[in-house]
Structure formats: structure tokens, C-alpha cells
């Protein structure tokens, strides 16, 4: 356990031991999620606190500590939702520090300045972010509040971060994880290890930044705004890696986790656009980019949404729409030529060197492709360097260690020496070796345990993918040769061939179903039947032009999760059943009723598909032996280990008793 002295001393020290020398300013791409407290701030789903109303309650509000709140409620609101306020949100916040200090009301000076400090982060004051989180963490040592300490000093970690001082905040951000792993709820660990895997991302590590996001899904609660971040930064890791499926699953669940954020959801757009232009699907990047931009930079910083019109202007440039990527060029490049972004002034020149391309302006383009590769080469120099001083850094504090733990040999040696005419100074001393020897045992051991759970659970998540991929790669296969099969009747004219073709198609797509709900839901091996023979005889009923006024159709199916290698069959066995019942039960567009029904009786799975049709003919049950779908029932009911019964009663009943198959739990929510 920390004492709140001891979390001072060592965040301090930790800094000022290491920040004495100068460094290079990067400005880093992509968001940062700030820690917040959670008793007084939290991001709502689907909507925001309405200003107006706290402004209407600041007006009357009766003593000074609501004062205080309402108007830190104010700024926290414009922060959180209109970043086009963002003037707004500072000066509400003021004015709740101000009357904070007039009446002493310490935690809501912690409140503030975290809340300041973010703010300032927002508009790339860097400094003043540090001062504001320095001054939150003073006020919480007079709270004795630690928890809050570190949450303020994880913060400011991140304006170190902005100001592309790797080192430090990696530093930092460790410091303040090993506390929250001892004393934080679940989110705030996941968000603390987010904050690492993002600084090791942002400086090309790809390897360690992978497994800290896969440590933050981890711990990661009730959260869709990190989850998505998350997701999104998997999916450029994979993407750098050329792992294309694995990236386009992460883009896709990034973006479905943050529709209701449309800053975070716009960028994370613009990168799936980026990732699609990578794999060379040009027409795909300028869909999506064309999403974000049609949404006029909503949530999005302006100088960042100038960045995607020069993408676009790069991206129509290169597809031969030289006009209009002339003019978005135009619109854009005045706003980033002279921006302190390095990397947004190499997205310029990129720009300009593919318009001026496309318009015949060759030596223009030349020069602004030379300074291009310029700009590149000196910031990866940049990154060169930062690497180089995190090692020498290392070696520094490795060197440190040595010397001391010579000294601390020396020590010991001597105080054997002075010691040694006494026996039972040596058996101690022998018993304590031997003690901190079998601690330093079931230290190492516990370490490599906790090493190989994680690397177990990354395994298991890459799995997770894999599977999914799996599944959504046989059910596109198999909607494809359905679609081939519907094209096929479209040049067949014989009635026989038609309704055979109809057939298979109906049955390829009762197993594409199948694989449809094993990628979208959370279990990977089971398929809960109710929903898939709902989906199932829906779909025949729409396959055949059924009018629901026509038939009518009843179900009762238990509550079942079969493994997919008893679905398949038991699939087939309905789907033949019910397109006979439609067939052949009701000529001439008569009305009728079907009922279908699967329970679980005596170990044994029940299957009827009833019809109060014109039922079967004396002459039919005879002849059906020889037909295909007989005959797959047939061989689909030895495989199950099934009997068959048809009975003619008012109708057609079909019953089928199956017993050979294989039951999944039922996934809990």
C-alpha cells in the first residue's frame, strides 16, 4: 500500500529525475482518453445534460457550494459535447475554480483543475495543462486523497505525451498503473492500460502497444467509448501488419461502438478510409471519406478535418477527377502549409505533389514530392533519436543500479567480516538468504504464471477473430453460390429445373444462416434454434411468394444451443419438410395452417412440421423414396440416428425423432 507522501515523492522525483534534458516536440495523432472521477462525471450513451436548464438553475441556486457545481457542471457539459464551445467550457470552469477558492471548497479545486487541464489539452495549451494538474494534485494532498492524485497525475501523463516526451510519460503512465492495479475499479485499470499501449502505438512499438490494448479489453467494463478506442487502435496495428481481415473486423467494431460520439466515430471513418485505400480498394476509401466529410468536420478538430479534405483532394487526384481535387486542395492547403504539426504539413505535401500531378504542373509536383520526403526523413530522424535516448536513459539506470548493489555487496561483506566469530550471526544470516532466495522463487514463478495468462487470453482473443472470420467467410461463400444458383433460373425456362434449382438454393441458404448467426453473436460454436428457425422458415415463406393472409404459420421451439454439426442436418430436415408443406399442401392458393415444432423429450430432440393440407396421397408415400429431398432426409436421419413417422390426419404430420446430438449452454447476457 502507497502512502499519499510516499505517491508524491515517487511521481515527482520519477519526473525531475529524467526531464532535465531538452526534447523534440511531437504532436500526437489520434485521441487520448482522460481519466475522470467517477462520482461526479460520467459520459452518457444516447444523450448530454441540458445546458440551458443548469444555466436557468445557476440563477437561482441557493447557496454557494451549488454555485460551485452548476457551474462546473456547465463547463464539463461543453467540453464533453461542443467542441466548437470549447471557449465556453474554460470559462465556466474558471468561475467555479474562483468560487471554489473564495469559500475553500478544496475537492471541487481538484474538480476544476482536472477539468481545466483537459481543456487546455483540447486546445493544444501544453503548458498550462501541466500547471492546471499540478495545482489539482496540491489540493489533494490537503484532501489526503491519493486515488485522485494519481488520476490527475495519469493526466497529466498525457500532456506529455502531446508534447512527444515518450520517455516521461511511459514513466509516469507505469507509475500510475501499478497504483490502480492495487485500488482502482476495473475501468480505470483498463482505461490506465490504454493510456500505455497508446504511447508505445504512437512510437511504432506495435508489439507492446498490441498486448496493453489486449490487457485493457481485459479489464474494460461497461464502457463503449474506450472499447471503441480500443478496437480502433487494434485495428491500425493490424493494418501496419498487413493482417487485413483481423484489421477490418477491429475498423468495424470500432465504428459501431462509437456511432453515438460523431468526433470519435468521423475518425475512426477517416482511418478505416486510410486502411481501404492501403489495401488498394480506392472506390471503398472514397466511400467512407466521403461519409466523414459529409458530416462537415462534426466533433472534429479544424485543422484535423483540413487533413481529410487533402486526403480526399489526394485520393481524387489519383482516381483522374483533377478539377475537383484542385479545388478541395484549395480549400484545405492554406490551413495546414504553415501547421506546427509536422505530420500534417507531410500530409500537404503529399497532396500537393498528387494534384499538381494530375494537372500537368510537373515541376510543382516534384518540388512539393522532394519536400515531402524531406519531411519525412527528418521526422522518422526525430524518432531515431527519442529511441536512442530511451535506451541510453536505460543504460544510465541500469548502471545506477549496479554501482549500488556493488555498494550494497561491499556492505554486506564487511558486516560478515565483523561478525564472523559468532556462529549464530552466520546461521541467521544463512536462514535469511535462504528465505529472501524461496521469496525471489514464488516471485519469479507467480511473474511467469501471470505471463503466460496473458499471453494465453491474447491467444484466445486472436482465436475469437480468427473464428468469426471463419464463420463470415463461409456464409459469404455460401450467399455467393446461392446467388449464382438465382441467376441460373433467370435463364432456365423447364419448370423441373427451376423448382430444383429453387431447392438447392433454399438449402444452401438454411446452412449460410447458420453461419450468419455463429459470426454475429458472442457464442462461436453453438446456434440457438429458436432464432435461426425463425430466420429459416421465414425465409422459405418468402422464397415461395407466400401471402401471410395465404398461410399461416405457428412454431413452438425450445429454448436449444446445438453445436453446428447437429443444426446442419436438423436445418436441411426442416427446410425439406415446410417447402413440401408449401409445395403440395394447399393447390390452387388455398388457405391453410402449418405448425412447426422442436422439443427436447427423454434425451431425444423432437421435430414436427404438420399441415391441415390435402395431405398425401395413397399412391405418394410410395413413390417418395425416389425423390432427392426424401432420399436427403433419409440420409440425414441415419446420420442423427433418427426415426421417421408420417401419419395422414386432417392433413399431413410429420414426425421425426431424433437421437444423436450435441447441446451448447445457453449464453447468458
Known sequence: MYSLTSIHFISKNAFLNISSKPRLRYVVLGTLLCLSFCSIQSLPAQSMRKIDSLKIALQTAPTDSLIIEYNWDIGNDYWLYHEDSIDLAKKYTKASLREAQKQNAVIWLVHGYNLLGKIFNLTEELDSAIWSFDQGMEACLDLNDSMRYMMLYDNQANIYVDKGMYVEALLMKQIASDYFQLHADSNTISASYFGLGYIYLTKGDNLPAKNYFYKSMDYVDDWPLLKSEIYGNLAMIYAELDRKDSAEICFRQTAQLSK??????????????????????????????????AAEGQGIDLEQ????????????????????????????????EYSQNANFRQKFYESKASVFESLGDFATSLDAYKKFVQLRDSIQDAKNQERFKEVEIKYETEKKEQEIQYLNAEKEIGA???????KWVIALTLGLAAAAIFAFFLYWQRKEIKKQRDQINIALEE?????????????????????????????????????????????????????????????????????????????????????????????EIADLNLDIDSVIPIGLIANELVSNSLKYAFPNHQNGNIYVSLQEENNQLILKVCDDGIGISSKKPASLGTSFGYRLIDVLREQMQGTLKIEEANGTEVILTIRKYQKNPIPTS
Open 305 to 336: 478535418y483540413q487533413v481529410m479534405l487533402l486526403d480526399y483532394a489526394r485520393m481524387l487526384s489519383q482516381r483522374g477527377r483533377k478539377n475537383e481535387a484542385e479545388k478541395y486542395y484549395k480549400l484545405a492547403s492554406k490551413a495546414i
Open 416 to 422: 560478515i567480516k565483523l561478525q564472523s566469530t559468532k
Open 463 to 555: 482465436k475469437d477473430i480468427l473464428l468469426r472470420e471463419i464463420h463470415h467467410r463461409v456464409k459469404n461463400n455460401l450467399q455467393f453460390i446461392s446467388s449464382l444458383l438465382g441467376l441460373q433460373t433467370e435463364h432456365i425456362s423447364d419448370e423441373k429445373a427451376l423448382g430444383a434449382l429453387q431447392e438447392g438454393q433454399d438449402r444452401v441458404q438454411s446452412m449460410a444462416l447458420i453461419h450468419q448467426d455463429l459470426y454475429q453473436e458472442d457464442n462461436l460454436t453453438g446456434v440457438d434454434m429458436k432464432n435461426y428457425f425463425t430466420k429459416l422458415i421465414r425465409g422459405l415463406f418468402d422464397s415461395y411468394n407466400i401471402r401471410r393472409d395465404q398461410i399461416s404459420l405457428s412454431m
Open 260 to 293: 453515438e460520439i460523431p468526433s470519435i466515430y468521423n475518425l475512426n471513418l477517416y482511418e478505416f478510409a486510410l486502411f481501404k485505400e492501403k489495401q488498394q480498394e480506392p472506390d471503398s476509401a472514397l466511400f467512407y471519406l466521403e461519409k466523414v466529410l
